[in-house]
């Protein structure tokens, strides 16, 4: 192949590759509000810094809040793996009834009183190997409140704020056992030792 003929070949290549990278870049998002921006073809370009979201572990008070449809609660879609399965195990026993006790013997009971039901939805999470009465709910965990799960305990009852949503069985307008609550606040008396499982 002649010097002429190589030069031809591969000047057309590179036209070639021009054109791709040109359509390459028209196609990233951006592009049109970029180019219209640019001062006389002069790049002042400044790229947008990538979105971050701080690690579970990392306290904040940003968490999304869950919200309750017929009952049921419905994780946020920001929620950790783990939060989302405390809420999903605390929904299949919802509209169980109060029993004393319940809970406590066995996962899948008649019933759940105040502890079994708080324990029962962090063993769905897997934070809890075996039931805890409210008195030990207690020294559970780590002190004071999480960014996504708080259990509230004293030696007569226990109930959790999971995603913003209350969990317990005290305070309900009509029936007994575990529901979701829109309030936060404690619906039984005295005073509650806040904890929460590590990174949550």
């Known amino acids: 192949m002649s010097i002429v003929r190589r030069a031809a070949v591969f000047g057309a290549l590179s036209s070639l590759l021009a054109l791709v990278a040109v359509a390459a870049i028209a196609a990233m998002p951006g592009a049109r509000a970029w180019a219209a921006n640019a001062p006389g073809g002069v790049s002042t370009y400044t790229p947008e810094p990538e979105a971050t979201t701080p690690p579970a572990a990392a306290p904040t008070n940003l968490t999304s809040k869950a919200i309750i449809v017929r009952g049921r609660a419905i994780a946020p879609l920001d929620a950790p793996a783990a ?43 897997a934070l809890l ?23 509230y305990a004293n030696a007569g009852h226990a109930y959790a704020v999971i995603a913003g949503l209350r969990w317990d069985t005290a305070g309900n307008t009509s029936g007994t056992g575990p529901r979701w609550h829109e309030s936060t606040l404690a619906a039984a008396g005295g005073r509650f030792v806040a904890r929460h499982p590590e990174g949550y």
């Open 129 to 151: 190997s075996s039931p805890l009465p409210s008195g030990p709910m207690e020294s559970w965990g780590l002190a004071g409140r999480g960014r996504w799960i708080t259990v």
């Open 83 to 125: 939060v989302k399965k405390v809420i999903a195990a605390a929904n299949k026993i919802r509209a169980k009834p109060y029993i004393w006790g319940g809970g406590h013997g066995r996962w899948w009971d008649a019933g759940y009183d105040c502890s079994g039901a708080v324990s029962y939805a962090l063993h769905g999470g």
